[in-house]
Antibody
Framework: QITLKESGPTLVKPTQTLTLTCTFS??????????VGWVRQPPGKALEWLTF???????HYRPSLRSRLTITKDTSKNQVVLTMTNMDPVDTATYYC??????????WGQGSLVTVSS | QAVVTQEPSLTVSPGGTVTLTCASS?????????PNWFQQKPGQAPRALIY???NKHSWTPARFSGSLLGGKAALTVSGVQPEDEADYYC?????????FGGGTKLTVL
């Protein structure tokens, strides 16, 4: 059974750095072609792809957020960590982690609502 | 950055057929964009329906199908059920980047 779960703060202040962890089970991020990434959704708005990290350590980022995003993985712990710097109220959103494999995003976490407010 | 456009809203009667489309600002959508389709109901995470244009996941109901139609990616729902009322998103691949469409709100009425 494949599962992913996001964890991290629910509230961050403007200018702070957000760190979210995706803990997954049922697959290995060292498998050829595997990737885990992050997608966010502001309240009432559309999904936004943010970043992926691949089995061979390649990283893809949303160009408009490249300077603020970092994705890392710990294959032994089955975890992927998203770091987003200089948080702003417009970054308030539900952040989802998802597994990418064979050109599909078949498995998603339940999502983690992050509010940016002073 | 490419922009992916979907119909903002569509309405269909139960038992009817509806086609949702997904267009790219860079030109025709092809299989090389590896179109994915997702369904999202209020308060829930997205659920994957279609990948690589027309491939279904094991849980995808048979009434959902994906295709390329007139330079766009398309999701067709045949024999719409009341539980198909939801938001639908497409996702396109652009050589290392992914872009979601703005979503289509499907109303079953």
């Amino acid at each position: 059974q494949i599962t992913l779960k996001e964890s991290g703060p629910t509230l961050v202040k403007p200018t702070q750095t957000l760190t979210l962890t995706c803990t997954f089970s049922g697959f290995s991020l060292s498998t050829y072609g595997m990737a885990v990434g992050w997608v966010r959704q502001p309240p009432g708005k559309a999904l936004e792809w943010l970043t992926f990290i691949f089995w061979h350590d390649d990283e893809h980022y949303r160009p408009s957020l490249r300077s603020r995003l970092t994705i890392t993985k710990d294959t032994s712990k089955n975890q992927v960590v998203l770091t987003m710097t200089n948080m702003d109220p417009v970054d308030t959103a539900t952040y989802y982690c998802a597994r990418a494999f064979n050109w599909s995003l078949a498995y998603w976490g339940q999502g983690s609502l992050v509010t940016v407010s002073s | 950055q490419a922009v992916v456009t979907q119909e903002p809203s569509l309405t269909v009667s139960p038992g009817g057929t509806v086609t949702l489309t997904c267009a790219s600002s860079t030109g025709a959508v092809t299989s090389g964009h590896y179109p994915n389709w997702f369904q999202q109901k209020p308060g829930q995470a997205p659920r994957a329906l279609i990948y690589n244009t027309n491939n279904k996941h094991s849980w995808t109901p048979a009434r959902f199908s994906g295709s390329l139609l007139g330079g766009k990616a398309a999701l067709t729902v045949s024999g719409v059920q009341p539980e198909d009322e939801a938001d639908y998103y497409c996702l396109l691949y652009y050589g290392g980047m992914r872009v979601f469409g703005g979503g289509t709100k499907l109303t079953v009425l």
